[in-house]
């Protein structure tokens, strides 16, 4: 063999095992990629919309909160783990208030809307100890922002409708029904206060 044909031999061997190498990293990839594709599906535009009940128990939690703040939380939800740092950040630092708290929030790229809840640590709280009602409150803003108000409405027009309806504080818990789920002492009776 001259050498000429073993150049030849040796070129088609590199590329037969060039191929075949690439033949089996696309077969892996193709029979992989279902399984990365379902690893996390957020909720989509096209995913259907809440129900009006399913919204009404969403914004349950934060429908006794002011109009001004109920639009940070609103906002702020559609950022949670800028919620969470947030969350953790008021709770190392309760100390720090004023011109003090200001300045090392404009070190954050936190949204405004969550620089804004630092001031409210019990909201935070709130927030970032359910996470699974925060994305859902985050997604309802986000894919039905005038629906989620109407059922803010609703829960506050059932409340200042029924004189009897009161809401419920877990004193050990420092919340209010249904973001307290369950308390370990009585439930103090709160009549709700108008907004």
Aim: net charge neutral; glycine share 4%; with cysteine.
């Amino acid at each position: 063999m001259d050498r000429e044909e073993r150049a030849t031999s040796v070129g088609s061997r590199i590329s037969t095992r060039l191929l075949a190498s690439c033949v089996s990293i696309a077969l892996a990839l193709v029979l992989a990629a279902p399984a990365l594709l379902g690893a996390q599906q957020p909720r989509s535009a096209d995913s259907r919309p809440f129900k009006a009940e399913e919204l009404e128990q969403i914004v349950a939690p934060v429908v006794q909160y002011p109009d001004p703040l109920l639009a940070q939380i609103f906002m702020a939800s559609t950022y949670p783990l800028d919620v969470i740092q947030a969350a953790r950040f008021a709770k190392a630092n309760p100390s720090l208030k004023g011109d003090a708290l200001n300045e090392e929030l404009k070190k954050r790229t936190w949204d405004e809307s969550v620089k804004a809840l630092v001031g409210f640590p019990e909201v935070l709280a709130m927030m970032d100890g359910q996470l699974e009602w925060m994305q859902k409150l985050g997604d309802a803003f986000r894919a039905q922002p005038s629906e989620a108000m109407d059922a803010i409405r609703r829960l506050r027009a059932k409340a200042q409708q029924s004189p009897q309806s009161y809401w419920y504080y877990c004193p050990s818990a420092r919340a209010y029904y249904p973001t307290a789920p369950t308390c370990p002492e009585d439930w103090v009776k709160v009549p709700p206060r108008a907004q």
